[in-house]
């Protein structure tokens, strides 16, 4: 049974940081590519982060040079390092696994507020 579990989301300041974690279990970690998307209230789901197996990465321009997504293979973890968070930012995050020969699971979010 393949499942994601996010953590580390809450209610930040603008300006503040927060780090989301995604673990997985019940799937080769190393062979899936791995990304963050986000759905705010009334708007479509959408991608901020993704890096594939090898660590290459890319983001969403809305998030670039601000967020930072990384993985760690040995502990079966993807994370989002979230810094100078602004209002708009506000969302609840989904993890999100994936592989080109088969394989697409996504994780029960995680909400994200950034509010004075």
């Known amino acids: 049974q393949v499942q994601l579990v996010e953590s580390g989301g809450g209610l930040v300041q603008p300006g503040g940081s927060l780090r989301l974690s995604c673990a997985a279990s019940?799937?080769?970690?190393?062979?899936?590519?791995m990304a963050w998307y986000r759905q705010a209230p009334g708007k479509q789901r959408e991608l901020v982060a993704a890096?594939?197996?090898?660590?290459?990465?890319n983001y969403a321009d809305s998030v670039k040079g601000r967020f930072t997504i990384s993985r760690d293979n040995a502990e079966n973890t993807v994370y989002l390092q979230m810094n100078s968070l602004k209002p708009e930012d506000t969302a609840v995050y989904y993890c999100?696994?994936?592989?080109?020969?088969?394989?697409?699971?996504w994780g029960q979010g995680t909400q994200v507020t950034v509010s004075s």
């Open positions: 890096i594939t197996t090898s660590g290459s990465t």
């Open positions: 019940g799937i080769i970690f190393r062979i899936y590519a």
């Open positions: 999100n696994s994936r592989r080109s020969l088969g394989g697409d699971y």
